[in-house]
């Protein structure tokens, strides 16, 4: 089992199994953030959040969540690594365009980028959600005290050009990068038949636009609307 994950296609196969974890996890993360946009007054995106930080289920998947996004990483960090130093010379003349995707090509650049806008994400609403919540006002919606997250997220999009911009900036990034994670995750698992694969690439561009428009509509709204 050691060698498996030592070798290179057990990295592999840890990093396609951590990247359609959270794959997963952005589907759920951008269903209740797009709760923002159905209603002005805040109530379903409160409650949504509320039930995300008080659900038991959810609180033990937080810090699988958590190592899975740092597997997910290193890994990506370490076969990149290991992949320039197997091949430390780059052919000038090769055309990889005509091959691959340009997004494939870019996926660690793509990645580390991803990774600073999760970084700003976090240190913005996330953390202070976790750790900080008496700096949140409380709202009481159907009898219920919760933190008032709908005017910590509008806020700061509403307030912020500079930051929506960035928001939009991530949500295109992480389109792309999704663009080829999605399908590669499929194909280091052993579904590399030609049919499946040319469907998988359909699935992939269809999620990633979902994803990259999904979270980008939402400064958009606060921009536009107020």
């Not at 997963?24 to 209740?32: D, G, Q, R, S, T």
């Not at 919760?146 to 930051?163: A, P």
Request: charged fraction near 10%.
């Amino acid at each position: 089992m050691s060698n498996f994950l030592t070798a290179s296609i057990g990295k592999k196969f840890i990093m396609s199994i951590s990247g359609l974890f959270l794959m997963m996890f952005i589907l759920v993360h951008l269903a209740i953030n797009i709760l923002l946009i159905f209603d002005d007054s805040g109530e379903l995106f409160n409650q949504g959040a509320h039930y995300m930080a008080t659900n038991p289920i959810i609180k033990i998947m937080e810090p699988l969540l958590g190592l899975g996004f740092m597997i997910h990483i290193i890994w990506s960090f370490v076969i990149s690594y290991q992949n320039w130093r197997a091949r430390p010379v780059r052919y000038a003349k090769t055309n990889t365009g005509e091959s691959s995707t340009w997004a494939s090509r870019n996926m660690l650049i793509l990645g580390a980028l991803v990774l600073v806008f999760l970084v700003i994400h976090i240190i913005n609403f996330y953390w202070i959600i976790k750790f900080d919540p008496h700096s949140i006002p409380e709202v009481s919606i159907g009898g219920k005290m919760m933190e008032d997250t709908y005017s910590l997220v509008s806020d700061l999009f509403i307030n912020s050009i500079l930051f929506s911009i960035f928001y939009i900036l991530g949500a295109v990034l992480l389109g792309l990068h999704l663009t080829h994670g999605f399908w590669s995750s499929f194909q280091t698992l052993g579904i590399n038949n030609k049919n499946w694969m040319k469907r998988l690439e359909w699935i992939a561009r269809i999620y990633a636009i979902i994803v990259a428009i999904g979270f980008s509509i939402i400064p958009l709204y606060f921009l536009i609307k107020f």
